[in-house]
């Protein structure tokens, strides 16, 4: 398939995952204000203290069969091989939420004394406990049809869920006033109604059948992207932690609105992944996944540091429209947290090479330093400069990371990259980002400012001859 057919496929399909992203994230950010209105600032704390726990136990107990699910889906040549992959992923992942739902229930009061230093939030552990067995095969059972290639079936179960949650939420909270019990039971309400929709829908492919020399192979390959998951989950959630333990639960609650606020990243970081993992290895030919690899990681970084650089100047205002005057100062880490996903943005796309050539042995070092220097950071200005050490530390590690990834996929899944347009498209971001925080830019410049990113780049010479074209061509029909 030609370059521009490939990468009209990939933009189709992360547009309609978006799609799906986009209405949860809406609502999510929507919610804001019923959060912040019926829990307090350490309520708030809590629950994303929470969250971030079972994601750390979903990556340990998947033990990587996620990533060997799409990879090795691929790899099989006809219709019994591809369900024999999808039955042991399936049962495999059955089996391992269930022990990690066992074992939480169990161990809830010890965990609560551990996290907060009382055993009276138990129950929210063990509310916890149920979210992380209804995500971990919820989500399992969704990636069938990210490999089958139907995001429009992925995107309306994604919305169903996403209404349940919304209105169980709602219910909890506001009508039955159960506080951060409430948003985390409404959380996983939607997610268990679906899935077992799903598995009514899926009965006749999921048969009681798990292949154990395919699990050992399907391990093999996921099982040394565990400790690099982990250590990404460093990246991303031990700053809460940190700002737990080195200040308290009310700056961990300022900081989680302004990650909110920042999730528009993620918004659009989601709907590529949806996307990129069954796309990038449906590309029989090495030759032109390398081609294809190259171009998407330009325009990808063009879009994401468009987006980084809006929310960079729109969130004093999106922070003050959304959330009570208590959480104003929350707006200052949203510009390096949305520019902090550039980096992960690019990390995602170079790091396909290392699947693609099922060489995951050393990702670990990569995000492990990344991860090391988040923990050092955090440690050291966390004490200082509160969350905004935690936002800066953030930035430095995906930094880290991605230019440790770039050096590394080259050497195993070489790719044309175009660094010095990626490098462009970034830096211009963060200069236009950085003059509106410095002149004290109000509303209009701000828009202004997002308004003349595609035209600053032309002057630092990114476009090509072919794409000054099509802006002409564009210009002139508008």
């Not at 965990?111 to 406990?129: H, K, M, Q, Y």
Request: with cysteine; charged share 15%; hydrophobic share 55%.
């Amino acid at each position: 398939m030609a370059l521009s057919g490939q990468l009209s496929r990939l933009g189709k399909q992360s547009a309609i995952y978006g799609l799906g992203g986009l209405v949860s994230r809406i609502l999510a950010v929507l919610l804001l204000p019923l959060y912040t209105r019926y829990l307090s600032k350490g309520d708030y704390g809590e629950i994303e203290t929470l969250i971030a726990v079972v994601i750390v136990l979903t990556i340990v107990l998947r033990f990587g069969i996620s990533s060997a699910f799409f990879r090795f889906y691929f790899d099989a040549d006809d219709h019994d091989s591809r369900r024999l992959v999808l039955r042991t992923s399936f049962w495999f992942t059955m089996t391992m939420a269930t022990l990690g739902l066992v074992l939480v229930v169990a161990l809830a009061a010890p965990i609560s004394d551990w996290l907060f230093g009382d055993p009276d939030s138990a129950n929210l552990v063990r509310a916890s406990a149920v979210a992380l067995w209804a995500n971990m095969n919820y989500e399992q059972m969704t990636s069938l049809f990210r490999v089958e290639e139907r995001p429009v079936a992925f995107v309306i179960a994604s919305l169903t869920n996403v209404v349940l949650t919304i209105g169980g939420t709602v219910l909890l909270v506001v009508v039955l006033e159960k506080g951060p019990l409430g948003v985390i039971v409404g959380n996983f309400i939607g997610t268990l109604i679906v899935y077992l929709a799903l598995l009514g829908y899926r009965r006749e492919q999921l048969g009681l059948q798990m292949d154990r020399g395919l699990l050992r192979r399907m391990n093999h390959f996921g099982m040394p992207l565990v400790p690099s998951a982990l250590f990404l989950w460093t990246t991303n959630f031990s700053d809460r932690f940190f700002l737990v333990k080195l200040t308290d639960t009310g700056e961990v609650g300022l900081y989680s609105v302004g990650v909110r606020i920042a999730s528009a990243m993620v918004l659009l970081l989601t709907a590529f992944r949806a996307a990129w993992p069954a796309f990038a290895f449906s590309i029989k030919s090495d030759e032109e996944a390398k081609r294809t690899y190259a171009w998407v990681l330009t325009y990808l970084v063009v879009l994401s540091t468009w987006v980084a650089t809006a929310l960079a100047l729109l969130s004093p205002w999106l922070v003050d429209w959304l959330t009570d005057p208590e959480f104003s100062s929350a707006s200052r880490v949203v510009g390096p947290l949305a520019f902090a996903a550039v980096s992960f943005a690019g990390f995602i796309v170079i790091s396909i090479g290392i699947g693609r050539a099922k060489r995951t042995q050393f990702n670990w070092v990569i995000t492990g330093a990344a991860a090391a220097v988040n923990v050092t950071l955090n440690l050291a200005l966390i004490p200082i400069y509160g969350m905004m050490g935690a936002a800066i530390a953030t930035v430095a590690a995906y930094t880290v990371m991605f230019a440790g990834m770039a050096f590394w996929a080259q050497r195993i899944f070489p790719c044309p990259y175009q660094w010095r347009r990626v490098l462009t498209a970034a830096a211009v971001g963060v200069a236009l980002a950085t003059l509106g925080k410095v002149v004290g830019a109000g509303l209009p410049l701000c828009v202004g400012l997002i308004v003349l990113y595609p035209v600053a780049l032309l002057p630092v010479g990114f476009y090509l001859p072919a794409e000054r074209k099509k802006l002409r061509s564009l210009v002139a029909r508008a």
